[in-house]
């Protein structure tokens, strides 16, 4: 915003010396419009075209619809300037106070339709009800992790009549009573969440349900609901998606005893929800026709959740992670859905190749399948997904251990659709890499900790998956320079790379990666051959960095932080933990205006002042993680006004651990503890 | 009736039917208005009790009477009542038995007689040892009550129902044993219909004169009351005590079950059991008993201290039903609907409620008056504490209530309690928005920023939750805080990962 500010004076300054010569006046408003329409995919092209003419200035301001602003304090010249903003998103302003929001208010008005306050805190109901009264077209509002917010807040939203969608997770100190102002004053409402308001009780989701027909989406995960609150959820006519995570107080009796309802119902979540068994699920399915997407994730420890299940389902998708599944269980589910498209066994005990084999002959059009931790399935699972599922588009194998490069090559065979594959932890070797790289389409590729790929295999992905978005390296200790400049030469689009412990990596692979303009995410944590050189030339080209993980790369120093101060505006996180960066570095890092959570551990070279000064000058800090050693150097008076602009402070007591532990010593503990 | 007689074509018609009123009243001694003497020992040994004064024996053994009056004509009456017919059709009695029982009687009492006589000779002896007072006098009790069983027995022979268990089921017998038995139901009047044919007006005869024995007074009811009656004894119904007697869920047929009437003063004394040395009035049987330990040592045996109704024999009650003395009302046996009252608690609370004024009132809101003070207590509780409020200004003392009547109404909302608006609504919260001003008067507080502030949202609010009571103010400071605090985590039951901002990691 700084920046743009900026520019708008350097435009004026032009616009005086030549009036009205430029070519591109021309062009009339409707145009321009069209033209903007087409520039949403990356937001800097907005800011050039906006930077042409004054003209064209204008119009980039009246185009624009939604705003992220990133300070709360420039808000009033920003939207002077762009005055029909109908979206407003400030979840990057941690401090926002009631004075802003009224300013917001009162200077939008009823052009705002939506508003995220989600990731702010410091505002108060005396904000929203500032919004109530001027902004009467608001329809969309999210107030999640208001931790602070008290019934008022909601009396607030409840005043705000045309309002649909209210999002209030977490919104601890919310009781019925402001639940129950909303459901009455708020009719249109169609989607509601009130994920973690542990203050909500049966009355209030009742009363929602009673006074809110229009309702077709609702979150009641992890609040104290019972039965009690059901048989009105149920009778909503036109609710489609029911999210009841981890509502301890839901059982097979409330369940099994609801008679009718949930007609329209089209996905529900009872991820979580310990107790409720397999009669919940058939009766759940059997009242319910429609049903397209179930999550019973971590529902029952115990039970196995799908023995006992028929009837004729219309199921896509179907999520069990963590259950216990048998292969009668997946048999039933395979005779009972007529078509599953998207199946997750994450973490299911009792998978066996039987049970996948049963399940991808008789549904063929399977497009995604999460067997991550299925130690059991073989190469024969491979095989007989390859064969029948010829569409799937996401495969996750992590920690299939005994699956080998026999069934990977089957994959890189068959699946030619393959868009995200994960196979951390398995066996695969560059032999299953090279045939992988078939997978022409992958945008998606995980192969942590396999010890045994080098950059023999990985050459071969780089020439040939050139959609790929993002890599997972981590602890894939075989990897060097050679590979990874492959992959930065074929993978133009590469947005997220993770080379955590690949200690063979050197400046020379960053330089090379630096060619990914689209490059977001870095994590290069314990390459200690990485140096200021390289990171710099990172920060230097790849503009949309945004997360950064430089712990125990020991040769980074305070001029990769001038570097990151000068070309990365958009970092918003970043661990430097056991770096070599002193005060200097500090304090250049806090300049960068949206720098929202840093990890500073065991910085050698920084002083308690030095920290002091970049905390104070950091204005948009969110979370900063520190060693407890310099708490007591802080002035508390600083911590409090610090924290007081919305900055959480967390300190840490990790012993100072220099050695890095071997990959190999590692993979053999984390398999040490699956035979456990 | 019926079928206790076993005779069908009894007409039953209200005309038929004629009622006894049995009361412990003594002052209004009465000889039975109908002058049928024309029986039998039973007069005769009628003859003997006159011995002993009648006020005496009330004065010191009214438990006794009340025994007598109210559990013999609860269950046994009847049975003497057809068994002693001398027309009874049914002659399976044999003559000679019953002749020599009632010598054996004769006897009994002759004894009596000389043991009262002998009392009264030497009562100045006695003065000096009061002991042997108290002795002879239970000697006499004990003697009587082997009078009456023997006679009851003798009665209960001619009844081949009955007679077998008879002594073994009848509670009454066995209470007259102990003289300290105090009887809980102190009924005033029982009603009985019988069909009057030529046979049965003896039978009432009969009653009537075992009444007087048992009784020493008796006041037949002048008034002819129409009504229910059937002795069927063995009718077992939960006796679950509710505080209305709530007869509309039971549902016992008109019929099944005796309908006992108490009179006003009865219903409003304060204590319904009585010492029988000193007079001392008790609200409990228990207390009672306890009290009665006091009065020697022959009070304190277990058997005196037992809780009475405890005995095996006593689970033969007749389903006992109650009616209000209030004409009109319709828990009185006249009304066409009458719905019995269940327990005697049922009938006081309902006399009370019903038909007396309400002289208890609330000392806290000066309104709410009571006639029960069970009922002012309750209130009490609440009274003041209706923190749940709508936004129409109707309070509720229950959440669940508040939200009813919100769900009910178009319109409605529920209104916030006044210390949270108040603590964060008013002066403190506008210090902090002034606050927050300074912290970014370079770039931001602008004066359009000050003047946009949004005061009068504010009042707005206030005025919003004006209408709630400032003065249950106090009580409510609980409840705004609703305990959540940030240091706790009240989602360490959630597995992992929820509550994570995307953008940590």
Redesign the interface.
């Known amino acids: 915003m700084e920046m743009e500010t900026r520019m708008k004076k350097r435009i004026r300054v032009e616009a005086n010396t030549e009036p009205s010569e430029s070519p591109f006046e021309a062009l009339s408003e409707e145009i321009l419009f069209l033209i903007l329409d087409l520039l949403d995919s990356n937001p800097l092209d907005k800011k050039s075209f906006s930077l042409v003419s004054r003209s064209f200035f204008a119009v980039e301001a009246r185009h624009r619809r939604s705003l992220t602003p990133l300070r709360?304090?420039?808000?009033?010249?920003v939207l002077s300037r762009y005055n029909s903003i109908s979206h407003l998103n400030l979840t990057l302003c941690p401090y926002l106070?009631?004075?802003?929001l009224?300013?917001i208010?009162?200077?939008l008005g009823p052009s705002l339709r939506s508003i995220n306050l989600s990731?702010s805190r410091?505002y108060?109901?005396?904000g929203i009800?500032?919004l109530?009264?001027?902004c009467f077209n608001l329809e969309e509002i999210d107030v999640s992790?208001g931790?602070e917010l008290?019934?008022?807040a909601a009396?607030?939203i409840?005043r705000m009549s045309k309002v649909e969608r209210v999002r209030m997770?977490?919104c601890?100190?919310v009781?019925?009573?402001?639940i129950?102002?909303i459901a009455?004053?708020c009719p249109n409402l169609k989607l509601l969440c009130l994920k973690?308001c542990?203050?909500v009780t049966d009355?209030?989701v009742?009363?929602i349900a009673?006074?809110c027909r229009k309702l077709r989406s609702l979150d009641v995960s992890?609040t104290m609901i019972t039965k009690k609150c059901l048989p009105a959820i149920a009778q909503l006519p036109n609710l489609e998606d029911l999210c009841m995570?981890?509502c301890?107080g839901i059982n097979d009796k409330a369940l099994v005893t609801l008679k009718q309802g949930f007609k329209s119902l089209q996905a529900l979540d009872m991820s979580?929800c310990q107790n409720i068994s397999q009669a919940s699920v058939s009766s759940i399915l059997q009242k319910n026709p429609s049903l397209h997407h179930l999550n019973l994730s971590?529902c029952s420890p115990v039970n196995s959740m799908l023995s006992g299940l028929h009837g004729v389902f219309k199921l896509n998708s179907i999520k069990l992670d963590g259950c216990h599944v048998s292969t009668d269980g997946l048999k039933s589910l395979a005779n009972s859905c007529i078509s599953l498209k998207e199946l997750s066994l994450s973490k299911c005990s009792g998978v066996t190749d039987e049970g996948i084999s049963v399940i991808v002959a008789k549904h063929k059009d399977l497009v995604k399948l999460d067997a991550t931790c299925c130690r059991y399935i073989t190469d024969l699972s491979l095989a007989a997904i390859t064969s029948s599922c010829a569409s799937l588009v996401s495969l996750s194998m992590e920690s299939c251990t005994k699956v080998t490069w026999e069934g990977f090559r089957l994959i890189g065979r068959h699946c030619p659709k393959l868009e995200e594959l994960n196979l951390t932890d398995t066996d695969l070797d560059d032999e299953g890499l090279t045939s992988l790289s078939q997978c022409q389409n992958l945008t998606s590729l995980k192969i942590g900790i396999c010890l045994k790929i080098t950059d023999e295999g990985l050459i071969q992905i780089g020439r040939s998956c050139p959609h790929l978005q993002e890599l997972d390296l981590y602890r894939s200790i075989g990897i060097t320079d050679k590979g990874v400049s492959e992959i930065a030469r074929g993978c133009s689009n590469l947005e997220t790379i993770c080379m955590s412990y690949c200690t063979s990596i050197s400046d020379e692979s960053l330089k090379c990666l630096s060619n990914c303009a689209r490059l977001n995410t870095l994590e290069i944590r314990g390459c200690s051959l990485v140096s200021s050189v390289g990171i710099s030339a990172i920060a230097a080209r790849c503009c949309n960095l945004s997360?950064l993980d430089i712990k125990k790369c020991y040769e980074i120093n305070d001029a990769a932080m001038l570097s990151f101060a000068r070309f990365s505006h958009n970092l918003?996180?970043i661990n430097l933990s056991y770096c070599s960066v002193t005060d200097v570095g500090v304090s250049a890092l806090a300049s960068i205006s949206c720098l929202?959570?840093v990890t500073m551990l065991h910085l050698s070279g920084m002083s308690a002042d030095g920290l002091a000064a970049a905390l104070l000058m950091c204005g948009s800090l969110?979370?900063v993680k520190l060693h407890v050693s310099f708490k007591p150097f802080i002035s508390p008076v600083l911590i409090n006004r610090v924290e007081s602009r919305g900055c959480m402070f967390q300190w840490l007591n990790k012993p100072f651990q220099v050695q890095l532990e071997s990959s190999e010593v590692w993979k053999q503990q984390s398999h040490d503890i699956f035979v456990e | 009736m019926k079928q206790i007689i076993g005779e069908p074509g009894i007409d039953l018609s209200s005309d038929s039917k004629m009622d006894l009123k049995l009361t412990r009243n003594s002052e209004s001694f009465h000889k039975p208005n109908s002058s049928n003497h024309n029986l039998n020992s039973f007069n005769q040994a009628s003859q003997y009790f006159p011995n002993l004064s009648p006020t005496n024996f009330l004065s010191r053994a009214e438990n006794l009477q009340q025994n007598l009056k109210t559990k013999s004509t609860n269950s046994f009456e009847p049975n003497l009542n057809s068994g002693m017919a001398t027309q009874n059709p049914p002659l399976d009695w044999d003559p000679h038995a019953m002749l020599s029982n009632l010598s054996f009687l004769e006897q009994k009492i002759h004894e009596v007689q000389s043991l009262v006589q002998s009392i009264i000779d030497q009562q100045a002896e006695f003065s000096s040892r009061p002991s042997e007072l108290a002795t002879r006098q239970q000697l006499a009790t004990a003697d009587l009550t082997c009078i009456i069983i023997q006679l009851i027995s003798t009665a209960g022979s001619l009844l081949p129902s009955i007679k077998n268990t008879l002594l073994s089921n009848n509670p009454a017998l066995r209470q007259l044993v102990n003289p300290d038995f105090n009887n809980n139901l102190k009924c005033e009047g029982l009603i009985r219909n019988f069909p009057e044919t030529a046979r049965n007006s003896e039978y009432e005869d009969l009653l009537r004169n075992l009444d007087n024995e048992a009784d020493w007074m008796k006041e037949p009811n002048p008034l002819p009351q129409s009504d229910i009656v059937d002795a069927n004894p063995i009718d077992e119904h939960d006796l679950k005590e509710s505080d209305d007697g709530d007869a509309e869920r039971e549902h016992l047929p008109p019929g099944s079950y005796i309908v006992l009437q108490l009179e006003k003063e009865e219903i409003l004394a304060p204590h319904t059991h009585f010492c029988v040395i000193c007079g001392k009035g008790f609200k409990r049987d228990a207390n009672l008993r306890m009290h009665m330990r006091g009065h020697g040592d022959e009070y304190k045996t277990p058997a005196a201290l037992a809780k009475p109704s405890k005995e095996p024999g006593s689970d033969v009650h007749p389903v006992t039903r109650y009616s209000c003395p209030f004409v009109g009302c319709k828990r009185n046996k006249e009304h066409k609907k009458f719905q019995p009252l269940k327990t005697i608690l049922c009938v006081k609370n309902h006399y009370k409620r019903s038909h007396c004024d309400k002289s208890y009132t609330c000392s806290r809101c000066h309104a709410k008056k009571f006639s029960v003070i069970a009922d002012l207590k309750t209130h009490e509780k609440h009274c003041g504490r209706d923190k749940w409020q709508c936004s129409c200004g109707t309070t509720f003392s229950r959440?669940?209530k508040l939200?009813g009547h919100?769900?009910l109404f178009q319109?409605?909302?529920?209104?916030?309690?006044m210390d949270?608006?108040k603590a964060?609504?008013s002066g403190q919260?506008n210090d902090?928005?002034t606050e927050?001003?300074g912290?970014?008067n370079g770039?931001?507080?602008?004066e359009?920023?000050l003047t946009?502030?949004?005061v009068?949202?504010?009042d707005?609010?206030r005025a919003?939750f004006s209408p709630m009571n400032f003065d249950g103010f106090g009580a409510l400071d609980e409840f705004?805080r609703?305990g959540?605090d940030?240091e706790d985590n009240?989602?360490a039951?959630?597995?992992s990962g929820?509550?994570q901002?995307s953008?940590?990691?």
């Open positions: 709360p304090e420039l808000l009033p010249f106070s009631d004075a802003s009224s300013s208010a009162s200077l990731g410091s108060s109901h005396r009800e500032s109530a009264n001027k992790n931790v008290t019934d008022e009396a607030a409840g997770g977490r601890k100190k009781t019925d009573l402001g129950g102002c009455v004053c973690g542990v203050g009355l209030g009742a009363l009673v006074k992890f995570t981890g301890l979580n971590y997360k918003r996180q929202q959570v969110m979370k | 959440k669940d939200f919100v769900a319109g409605h909302t529920p209104a916030l309690p949270e608006v964060s609504g919260g902090d928005m927050d001003l912290g970014y770039n931001f507080a602008s359009e920023c946009s502030m949004d009068k949202g504010i707005e609010s919003y705004g609703g959540f940030l009240p989602f039951f959630i597995p929820f509550g901002r953008g940590d990691s």
